[in-house]
């Protein structure tokens, strides 16, 4: 079994988990925050991207490159924080990246044009990635490995929690205050965990001087952001009917086919792909792959959709209905880590996909306009709980079958599949909603009675003393309205079928290979 912080010591000459209690408790306090701050960030800004578009004289597609650029800078950042790591350590990567993501912060609050955000949501998306991969690391490194699982479940409550708290203070904030506070508010906790990191975290004494393989690099961030902004555009641009999104898929496989032959002529490689020989490793990625980014960021992206769009909700409200079952997210994220360490991350892992698939797949299809309010927020409790089972086994278990002295590694590749899978699953959740609306509306077109139509209509242009016209612009936009209502069920369906080809990786898990010896 490897972890991350097997090979390093404190300056002490302790191993980073020979702390006391206290301390245990005021490192993973500060680290946590961090990882927290980052993550809410990214869907607090979500809620806010829609009214810039006055403010930054701008269209819808002008600002949705606010979310794309911190994607892609986030995504490449991603593929050099190993090397930084063992480099530099991990304290240092992480306050110089909460540094740079408050700063970038500030700078966005300030910002009067699109140019202006665009560059230092850049920034904020490369400090975002350094706390996310340097905060993983730590808060598994101050317990020991007996409790790896409830570290794991405590890092759950920011990575899982976070997304979907994010509404409500997005909607909080923008609703009483102002756009600028959801960047404004980083700015204090950036400093003072800055503050407290550099007076409390420990620091290591054992460092790496390694080679960075700088072709590799560069080739495979060309591809990653290729493949990002052709998700981000595919929607807008009509996919594989625009010229724009071909060339970005032919520049997506020719970047992904060159890196692979400069890793196969390198000595020294980017990534050391030896980790995927063992199965339980493998499977588990795939496992967050699928799972966690397809279809768990669908679900994310789909559910303040529903309740501002559907349900008709204001911000804030629409927030606090998905905070119901954020709460239970964060409840059930360390029993989970606890779960694990008793009876085994790879029975943890079938228990909570077995759960977040029956939830999802039965009572998330089954919202719609007509569901009452307090209904909708109840049906969603049990989904949050498959939620809050599933981060924290899946990552001991892939730890655990990292090789040795790679366990940063390990949580490099499982933040940028993270990040890769999440924007497929944002992606194919825009796609699948206009692509089931569309069919709705035409389906209700085609089995109208159009005598009966045009006489229901004639009565109610008599009954409201208005224009034939008026009338058929009502009643279009009331037919639009059902096929939306309708489209979420299909959506629905199909962000838990990606939950279900996940949920093969975690049957393979069990299959037996007597060719190789791997951790339970």
């Known amino acids: 079994m490897a972890l991350p912080a097997e090979d390093t010591t404190l300056e002490e000459g302790k191993k980073p988990w020979e702390i006391t209690s206290a301390e245990r408790a005021i490192f993973s306090i500060i680290v946590m925050t961090g990882a927290f701050m980052a993550i809410l960030d990214t869907t607090v800004v979500d809620v806010i991207v829609p009214k810039l578009t006055g403010p930054l004289a701008t269209d819808m597609y002008g600002v949705q490159w606010i979310i794309t650029s911190y994607m892609v800078a986030a995504a490449i950042a991603l593929l050099i924080t190993e090397y930084l790591i063992k480099r530099f350590g991990a304290k240092a990567i992480f306050l110089g990246g909460v540094a740079l993501f408050t700063a970038a912060s500030f700078f966005c609050g300030i910002s009067d044009s699109l140019e202006e955000i665009i560059i230092f949501r850049i920034i904020q998306g490369i400090g975002e990635a350094l706390i996310m991969v340097t905060s993983h690391i730590m808060i598994f490194s101050y317990f020991p490995p007996q409790k790896q699982g409830l570290a794991m479940g405590i890092f759950g409550l920011g990575v899982s929690f976070a997304p979907a708290l994010g509404p409500t203070i997005g909607g909080y904030l923008t609703e009483y205050y102002n756009w600028r506070m959801v960047f404004f508010i980083n700015v204090p906790v950036g400093l003072l965990l800055v503050l407290a990191g550099l007076i409390y975290l ?297 939950g279900i080809l996940g949920s093969l990786f975690v049957v393979l898990l069990f299959v037996k290979n007597p060719f190789r010896k791997e951790a339970v």
């Not at 010229?243 to 390198?266: D, K, M, P, Q, R």
Request: glycine share 6%; net charge neutral.
């Open 202 to 498: 420990p620091k290591e004494s054992m460092f790496q001087r390694l080679r960075f393989n700088f072709v590799s690099f560069v080739l495979l961030s060309f591809a990653t952001i290729a493949l990002l902004i052709m998700l981000s555009r595919g929607q807008q641009l009509g996919w594989f009917n625009s010229i724009e999104i071909s060339v970005l898929l032919f520049c997506t496989l020719i970047g992904f086919a060159l890196y692979a032959l400069s890793e196969i002529n390198s000595k020294e490689r980017l990534i050391d792909f030896s980790l995927f020989k063992n199965s339980a490793f493998a499977n588990g990625m795939m496992i967050y792959f699928f799972i966690l980014g397809f279809s768990m960021y669908q679900y994310f992206y789909l559910l303040p959709v529903y309740y501002e769009h559907i349900k008709m909700l204001p911000t804030l409200d629409a927030g606090i209905a998905v905070f119901a079952f954020a709460v239970f997210i964060g409840f059930f994220s360390p029993i989970a880590g606890m779960v694990a360490d008793r009876i085994g991350a790879k029975k943890t892992v079938a228990i909570a996909t077995l759960f977040y698939v029956t939830t999802s797949m039965l009572f998330l299809p089954t919202l719609n306009y007509y569901t009452p309010l307090y209904q909708a927020m109840l049906l969603t409790i049990p989904f949050g709980i498959g939620m809050g089972l599933f981060f924290a086994p899946v990552t001991v278990m892939v730890l655990q079958n990292a090789p040795a002295h790679k366990g940063e590694l390990a949580i490099v590749l499982m933040d940028y599949f993270r990040f890769v899978g999440g924007s497929f699953g944002t992606a194919l959740a825009t796609n699948n909603m206009e692509y089931f609306k569309n069919m709705h509306f035409l389906r209700m077109q085609e089995q109208q009675n159009v005598e009966f139509l045009h006489d229901f209509l004639q009565n109610m242009q008599d009954a409201f003393g208005v224009s034939m016209a008026q009338i058929e612009a009502i009643f279009g936009n009331y037919e639009a309205f059902m096929s939306y209502n309708y489209g979420f069920y299909n959506t629905f369906m199909h962000a838990g079928y990606w």
